[in-house]
């Protein structure tokens, strides 16, 4: 089983009005070197109650990881490997050697120097927040850097033969199907091997609510990146996700194949499904989430207080911070994160996963739900169709299930 380390840095430029990602105006809270001594006082605590000591995946996100020097990275990945975490060298890894180390970096925060060090500390992925490169459209975004700032950024990564990836966000206020083809011209013109493209959300009371092409005009778009991607051999593979085959984010495919992640730092979540667990008692037969304090002075505290003694995920997360699944929420759970990928869900792993009549249960939804337009069956299972995808949260609500739906269901043998 792969298993990741998600390591949170809410460090920003700017604060962009549409994010709901943890995050701090750079300059206004702790000194970052002050931030990494609460991650390795956090793994120092917490890390015994981990399982698992090899690590396949290592992302550093946030936020502007690219805020931290290479030397802070360095700090927080060298106490991974005081408390006896090693990275995977597993053969199928990767390039087929190694972990896949990912760092997030922001325009106007990176140069030749700092991504030499990011380098030389094993960071084998860079994934760039571009959101557009269109200028008119970065500032309605609230971003303070401009397309030359991420043009030349994707240079700097190109120079020196860096695998990388970058998001684009669609559906801006005021922006155009001609601005968004415009902005994936410029996006293919740097070969990417991987790009997610997000469709701005906001709630409808929200200042970037307005002005906002139509709906239909949004799925539009989506077509256009998807069918312009294709073109160039980057293909969909998770619904807001592309990759030339073999480039896929190793980490983010955990998150959607119900495998094991740990995260450190304020607001991030971990989750560890039943069979990896020292014991069911700690973990329950479905699996635990649980997540740090989303804001940093009470993040700071809970690390403070987990000085005093070993912390356990088990005795001292906070009641609010963690949950022990019940099957009705792992089905759900298994249930969407499957549908997400374009490869679907494994009808064979449902039924390993959750037996065979929750497994009935499920199918027969798919069954119906194939009869329309919005799922299909596949050689294994079933996926999402085009137009599914776009009315994923309809899909998914058919197959969010409560307790009674499974009463007196049987579980797996
Ligand atoms: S830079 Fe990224 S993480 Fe920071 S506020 Fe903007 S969108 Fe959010």
Redesign the pocket.
Request: proline share 5%.
């Given at each position: 089983m792969a298993f990741g380390v998600y390591i949170h840095i809410?460090y920003?430029?700017?604060?962009?009005p549409?994010?709901?990602?943890t995050?701090y105006e750079h300059g206004k809270i702790m000194p970052p070197s002050d931030y990494v001594k609460l991650l390795t006082e956090e793994i120092r605590s917490r890390a015994g109650d981990v399982p698992e000591r090899e690590i396949s995946t290592i992302y550093f996100g946030?936020?502007?990881p690219s805020l931290f020097e290479p030397r802070l990275i360095l700090t927080v990945l060298e106490e991974l490997a005081k408390a006896g975490f090693r990275w995977s060298t597993a053969e199928d890894n990767d390039d087929g050697k190694r972990l896949e180390m990912t760092l997030?970096i922001?325009p106007a925060t990176c140069d030749q120097a700092r991504l030499e060090g990011y380098l030389a500390l094993g960071a084998n992925r860079f994934s760039v927040?571009a959101?557009t490169f269109n200028e008119r459209l970065l500032k309605v975004a609230?971003?303070k850097h401009s397309s030359h700032d991420t043009v030349e950024l994707l240079q700097l990564l190109k120079r020196n033969k860096v695998n990388y990836s970058f998001d684009l966000l669609f559906g801006l206020p005021t922006q155009t199907l001609e601005e968004l083809r415009a902005d994936v011209a410029t996006a293919l013109a740097f070969d990417p091997s991987h790009l997610s493209a997000y469709c701005l959300t906001v709630p409808e009371a929200h200042p970037m609510s307005k002005g906002r092409a139509p709906d239909e005009e949004q799925v539009e778009m989506f077509n256009v990146i998807e069918s312009e991607l294709a073109k160039a051999g980057v293909l969909r593979y998770e619904i807001s996700n592309f990759a030339k085959p073999g480039f896929e984010s190793k980490h983010n495919l955990l998150y959607w194949t119900d495998q094991p992640y740990w995260g450190l730092g304020t607001s991030a979540h971990s989750y560890f499904p039943p069979r990896f667990s020292k014991s069911v008692d700690a973990v329950g037969d479905s699996g635990m989430r649980f997540w740090n304090a989303p804001a940093l002075s009470a993040y700071e505290k809970e690390v403070r207080r987990s000085r005093s003694h070993e912390w356990s995920f088990v005795r001292d997360i906070p009641d609010a911070h963690r949950e022990i699944l019940e099957r009705h929420q792992a089905l759900t759970d298994f249930c969407h994160t499957s549908l997400r990928l374009k490869r679907g869900l494994d009808e064979n792993a449902l039924r390993l996963r959750f037996g065979n009549a929750a497994a009935s249960l499920v199918t027969s939804i798919l069954g119906d739900l194939a009869k329309g337009t919005w799922i299909q069956p596949t050689a294994n299972g079933w996926a999402m169709t085009a137009e599914g995808r776009v009315m994923a949260n309809a899909v998914f609500e058919k197959l969010t299930f409560l307790a009674d739906d499974l009463k007196g269901l049987p579980g797996p043998n």
């Amino acid at each position: 089983m792969a298993f990741g380390v998600y390591i949170h840095i809410p460090y920003c430029l700017q604060i962009c009005p549409y994010c709901d990602f943890t995050k701090y105006e750079h300059g206004k809270i702790m000194p970052p070197s002050d931030y990494v001594k609460l991650l390795t006082e956090e793994i120092r605590s917490r890390a015994g109650d981990v399982p698992e000591r090899e690590i396949s995946t290592i992302y550093f996100g946030g936020g502007t990881p690219s805020l931290f020097e290479p030397r802070l990275i360095l700090t927080v990945l060298e106490e991974l490997a005081k408390a006896g975490f090693r990275w995977s060298t597993a053969e199928d890894n990767d390039d087929g050697k190694r972990l896949e180390m990912t760092l997030e970096i922001d325009p106007a925060t990176c140069d030749q120097a700092r991504l030499e060090g990011y380098l030389a500390l094993g960071a084998n992925r860079f994934s760039v927040g571009a959101q557009t490169f269109n200028e008119r459209l970065l500032k309605v975004a609230g971003r303070k850097h401009s397309s030359h700032d991420t043009v030349e950024l994707l240079q700097l990564l190109k120079r020196n033969k860096v695998n990388y990836s970058f998001d684009l966000l669609f559906g801006l206020p005021t922006q155009t199907l001609e601005e968004l083809r415009a902005d994936v011209a410029t996006a293919l013109a740097f070969d990417p091997s991987h790009l997610s493209a997000y469709c701005l959300t906001v709630p409808e009371a929200h200042p970037m609510s307005k002005g906002r092409a139509p709906d239909e005009e949004q799925v539009e778009m989506f077509n256009v990146i998807e069918s312009e991607l294709a073109k160039a051999g980057v293909l969909r593979y998770e619904i807001s996700n592309f990759a030339k085959p073999g480039f896929e984010s190793k980490h983010n495919l955990l998150y959607w194949t119900d495998q094991p992640y740990w995260g450190l730092g304020t607001s991030a979540h971990s989750y560890f499904p039943p069979r990896f667990s020292k014991s069911v008692d700690a973990v329950g037969d479905s699996g635990m989430r649980f997540w740090n304090a989303p804001a940093l002075s009470a993040y700071e505290k809970e690390v403070r207080r987990s000085r005093s003694h070993e912390w356990s995920f088990v005795r001292d997360i906070p009641d609010a911070h963690r949950e022990i699944l019940e099957r009705h929420q792992a089905l759900t759970d298994f249930c969407h994160t499957s549908l997400r990928l374009k490869r679907g869900l494994d009808e064979n792993a449902l039924r390993l996963r959750f037996g065979n009549a929750a497994a009935s249960l499920v199918t027969s939804i798919l069954g119906d739900l194939a009869k329309g337009t919005w799922i299909q069956p596949t050689a294994n299972g079933w996926a999402m169709t085009a137009e599914g995808r776009v009315m994923a949260n309809a899909v998914f609500e058919k197959l969010t299930f409560l307790a009674d739906d499974l009463k007196g269901l049987p579980g797996p043998n």
